[in-house]
């Protein structure tokens, strides 16, 4: 695998599962992020991490839960959420924190 | 207050014209960042290009040029003879202290 893979591509979930979204990157970089990008929406910098250690959090609702075991793996844990949370949640990762970004092919998220 | 305007909310054009987007910039500091992505359909975002507040040098790459003006706050983005390939939302963004992204620009290509 090369470059920011992320599992799974597409995920439909109730309002009332748990489930998480995986980031892995294979590029030696430091710094790793999470967005969400809604239709007609700018994208929105949802958590940033650099070595292993949370740096931002705009504001995320508590029903998005990051974590950063080591500098190559990103997760995002859900619970409960509701309809407006169906997004495409996009995974990157920088050699140093806002150096230019790599991103992977996101998780399409569908909440029922 | 940091902004980044990308007024052109679509533009559609024919194959093998040139195509401009625009991107201007707000921020106070004198140290910042500028970036341009595209996002195919596919969905994955692709990094084009890092400009320094510091280098005012236009940078060509292909078919791709950009131009960055400080007296004007712009780092516009050029397609030269473009491409159906080229149909996508493309992004800009500033960086200094966080990371500021306009809301994109979708171009389409036709045939």
């Known amino acids: 695998e090369t470059g920011v893979t992320q599992t799974p591509r597409h995920l439909v979930m109730g309002m009332t599962n748990k489930k998480s979204l995986k980031c892995e990157q294979h590029?030696?970089?430091?710094?790793m992020y999470w967005y969400k990008q809604s239709a007609k929406k700018p994208l929105e910098l949802m958590f940033v991490?650099?070595?292993?250690?949370?740096?931002e959090n705009n504001s995320v609702p508590s029903r998005f839960s990051p974590e950063c075991p080591n500098s190559s793996h990103l997760f995002l844990h859900l619970h409960t959420l509701q309809p407006e949370d169906s997004a495409l949640y996009l995974c990157?990762?920088?050699?140093?924190?806002?150096?230019?970004?790599?991103f992977g092919p996101g998780t399409r998220l569908t909440v029922l | 207050a940091q902004k980044v305007t990308q007024a052109q909310t679509e533009i559609s054009v024919v194959e093998k014209e040139d195509v401009t987007l625009d991107c201007v910039y707000e921020?106070?500091?004198?140290?910042?960042?500028l970036f341009w992505y595209k996002q195919p359909p596919s969905g994955e975002l692709v990094f084009l290009i890092r400009?320094?507040?510091?280098d005012e040098q236009n940078e060509i790459s292909g078919r791709y040029s950009w131009n960055f003006q400080k007296s004007t706050s712009s780092f516009n983005f050029t397609i030269t003879a473009s491409q159906v390939v080229d149909s996508a939302v493309y992004f800009c963004?500033?960086?200094?202290?966080?990371?500021?992204w306009g809301a994109g620009t979708k171009l389409i290509i036709k045939p």
């Open positions: 990157a990762s920088s050699s140093a924190i806002y150096n230019e970004q790599f």
């Open positions: 590029l030696g970089h430091n710094a």
């Open positions: 991490y650099s070595l292993e250690e949370r740096v």
């Open positions: 963004a500033l960086f200094n202290y966080q990371l500021i």
């Open positions: 400009r320094n507040s510091f």
């Open positions: 921020t106070r500091d004198t140290t910042y960042y």
